[in-house]
């Protein structure tokens, strides 16, 4: 019996179609060439993921457990029964790194409580990214997730943001279904103060990479097409 346990590698992974290793350190791929035991949340785009790093590595031999949300979690404990007879594993997320704004999270915690240790490896994360771009505050910020549907519930989160923003000098991260960005910056420039600052960071780390901040103002009178593409929004009122 294999007293020693494999590790839980935490791999990150694009943020769209480029070329991996344009974005991800060399590690990424080293890691990735040792392993043949993957969490991941969609079998067809992590095995294409896995090949345009590491083409050599045969695809037959990759074994994958799935992690979305027709999950059960009762299940989720024997995805690192591979780690406690020895074995390591990879934890990859759809896009960016795992566990944050991502169901991996709970993998993570139960590797903590089964003593397996965790290793994060560095690659792109957009809430992170956008944030440094933005001239928004990087020492105190909040990621909100999905803001409410409802138009009425939506309108009173929105300055709920605004106000906690304003009272602790703290940016605001959210994000949405891409197909609903616009109707969101324009939700944002009719129920924000004129001047409360918002970032719109789009396509993070590809070629059609848009960040900017401006006001609420004027946003109003400068566009962007937002439609199905990934956007993180930041607001912050001064």
């Known amino acids: 019996m294999n007293n020693k ?11 769209g179609d480029n070329n ?17 035991t993957f969490i991941v949340e969609n079998d ?26 027709f999950t059960d979690e009762t299940e ?15 934890l990859l997320s759809e896009a960016g790194c795992p566990g944050v704004a991502d169901p991996g999270a709970e993998i993570v915690k139960i590797a903590h409580q089964k003593s397996i240790k965790v290793i994060p490896l560095v690659g792109p994360s957009s809430i992170l990214m956008a944030i440094m771009s933005s001239g928004m505050n990087g020492q105190s910020f909040t990621f909100n997730g999905y803001l409410p549907i409802d138009k009425g519930a939506r309108k009173n989160e929105i300055k709920r943001l605004e106000r906690l923003s304003f009272e602790k000098n703290q ?34 780390t590809l070629s059609s990479e848009f960040i900017k901040t401006q006001s609420a103002n004027q946003w109003k009178k400068n566009k962007v097409d937002l439609h199905k593409r990934p956007t993180i929004f930041i607001i912050h009122k001064s």
């Open 20 to 36: 991996p290793l344009d974005v991800l350190p060399i590690t990424v791929k080293q890691t990735i060439n040792n392993i043949d």
């Open 76 to 90: 989720l404990p024997s995805f690192l029964f591979p780690c406690l007879n020895g074995t390591d594993v990879g």
């Open 171 to 204: 940016s605001q991260i959210f994000i949405e279904t891409p197909y609903r960005n616009n109707k969101m910056l324009e939700d944002l420039s009719s129920v924000l103060e004129n001047n409360t600052g918002i970032c719109v960071a789009c396509d993070i």
């Open 5 to 15: 346990k494999g590790k839980l590698y935490l791999i990150p992974t694009t943020l």
């Open 44 to 69: 067809k785009t992590a095995r294409r993921f896995i090949k345009k790093i590491s083409p050599e590595k045969s695809q037959p031999s990759l074994n994958m457990f799935h992690l979305n949300k």
